[in-house]
C-alpha cells in the first residue's frame, strides 16, 4: 500500500496556527464527511468525526491540526513585524526562513536578524533567542499596515517533497497524522465501539483541544496520534535516539505528560505482532501529546495509549518521517479499532 502524497503535502502545507485552524479544519471536513455517520465542530473548533460501532462503549483518537506558528505583536517605523511565539522553538531554526503572514492578505515574509559581519566577537559566541529575529516584508510601514495587524498569525513556508523513502516538509508534526486518521477512517471497516476520530486544536500550546473535547466524549480507550523524536543521526548515543527512522511505527510507553496503560501497550504490541506490523516502543523524556488529556480529562479515565510517527528535525521547516513508518502506523491503528473488544482490560 502507498500513501497518498499528494493528500499528506496539501495537508502539511496548509496553515493552521493554534486558534486559527480554519483552513486545514475545512481539508479535514472535506475527506471525513462521507467517511463516518457524523461529523461536529465543537466551541473551540475541534473536528469530532464518528464511526458508530455495535456495543456503545467509546474510543477516541486525537490528532492535532495546529503547528507551531507566531504572532504579530508590533509593526515598527520602518515596517518591520516583531512576533511572539505559538509553540516551542529552537531560535537557530529561524534563521533565513520565509513565513506568512495572514493579515488582510497572505504575504510572505524572511526572517531576518543582525548580520554576523557587524557582531561582536561576543554577540557571535551567544546562541540567538526568538526576540533577536524580526520580519522583513520588503514594504514600507505604510505598505504593511494596509495588510498586517497586531494579532495575526504568521506559519512557517516550506513545501513537502519526497526523499528516498521519506517525505520532507515543515508541519510533518502533526499534520501526518490528521493524514493517517483520516486513511485510517477511510480503511475501518465494521468496528465494535463508536470511534471519535477527533481532529484537535491547539495542542501546541497547551493540549488544549484535546482536554476538552476528551470532557465531551467521555472514552472508555483512547490513542494519542502524534509525531515523536526520531535521533537517529551522526552524534547521537544509542539511548537518545528515542525512534528510528524505518524501524516501524512506535508503541508509547510514556512522554513528560503521560505514562501510558500498561495493558494498552500490551494490546498495541500483540495486535501488531499479530498483524505483522513492524513496530519500535518509544520513551520519550521530553514533550507531550494529546494523549495525556485524553487518558484523564474524563470521570475515571480512559484506558490510553498511543501510536507515534518517528520523525527527524522536529519543530523545524525540514521535518522528515519515512513512508513505510506512516504506512505502518495506520495498520496498527485500524487494527487496534477493529479488534478492541477481543482483548482482556481487567486490571491485573
Not at 112 to 138: A, C, Q
Request: hydrophobic letters at 40%; a neutral charge; one cysteine or more.
Amino acid at each position: 500500500m502507498a500513501i497518498n502524497v499528494k493528500l499528506l503535502a496539501e495537508i502539511c502545507e496548509v496553515a493552521g496556527a493554534p486558534g486559527y485552524e480554519e483552513r486545514i479544519r475545512q481539508v479535514v471536513l472535506r475527506e471525513v464527511k462521507s467517511l463516518v455517520d457524523e461529523v461536529s465542530i465543537d466551541n473551540m473548533g475541534n473536528v469530532i468525526a464518528l464511526k458508530k460501532g455495535k456495543e456503545r462503549k467509546k474510543v477516541m483518537i486525537g490528532a492535532h491540526m495546529d503547528e507551531i506558528s507566531f504572532i504579530v505583536t508590533h509593526v515598527d517605523e520602518n515596517g518591520f513585524v516583531r512576533f511572539h511565539t505559538l509553540g516551542g522553538f529552537d531560535a537557530k531554526t529561524l534563521t533565513s526562513q520565509r513565513v506568512i503572514i495572514h493579515g488582510k492578505k497572505d504575504v510572505i515574509g524572511v526572517m531576518g536578524s543582525k548580520p554576523i559581519h557587524v557582531m561582536t566577537p561576543e554577540e557571535r559566541t551567544k546562541s540567538p533567542k526568538t526576540t533577536d529575529y524580526f520580519i522583513d516584508l520588503g514594504m514600507s510601514k505604510k505598505e504593511v499596515d494596509k495588510v498586517v495587524s497586531v494579532g495575526d498569525v504568521i506559519t512557517r513556508e516550506r513545501k513537502l517533497i519526497e526523499m528516498g523513502d521519506c517525505v520532507n516538509c515543515k508541519s510533518i508534526d502533526n499534520r501526518v497524522s490528521v493524514f493517517i486518521l483520516i486513511e485510517t477512517l477511510r480503511q475501518l471497516k465494521n468496528v465494535p465501539y463508536d470511534v471519535y476520530g477527533v481532529f484537535t486544536v491547539q495542542e501546541e500550546v497547551g493540549i488544549r483541544g484535546a482536554a476538552v473535547a476528551a470532557l465531551d466524549i467521555n472514552p472508555d480507550f483512547g490513542f494519542g496520534l502524534d509525531t515523536t523524536i526520531a535521533y537517529d543521526v551522526p552524534g547521537a548515543l544509542p539511548h537518545e535516539k528515542i525512534t528510528e527512522l524505518g524501524k516501524g511505527t512506535a508503541i508509547k510507553i510514556m512522554d513528560s505528560s503521560t505514562i501510558c496503560d500498561y495493558r494498552m501497550v500490551d494490546y498495541m504490541k500483540k495486535t501488531a505482532d499479530k498483524h505483522k506490523i513492524k513496530w519500535q516502543l518509544e520513551v520519550l523524556t521530553g514533550g507531550g501529546t494529546d494523549t495525556a488529556a485524553i487518558q484523564r480529562n474524563s470521570p475515571g479515565g480512559a484506558i490510553s495509549g498511543a501510536v507515534s510517527i518517528p520523525t527527524r528535525h522536529i519543530h523545524q521547516v525540514i521535518e522528515m518521517a519515512n513512508k513505510k513508518d506512516i504506512e505502518g502506523s495506520i495498520s496498527l491503528l485500524k487494527h487496534c479499532l477493529q479488534d478492541i473488544d477481543t482483548y482482556k482490560w481487567d486490571h491485573k
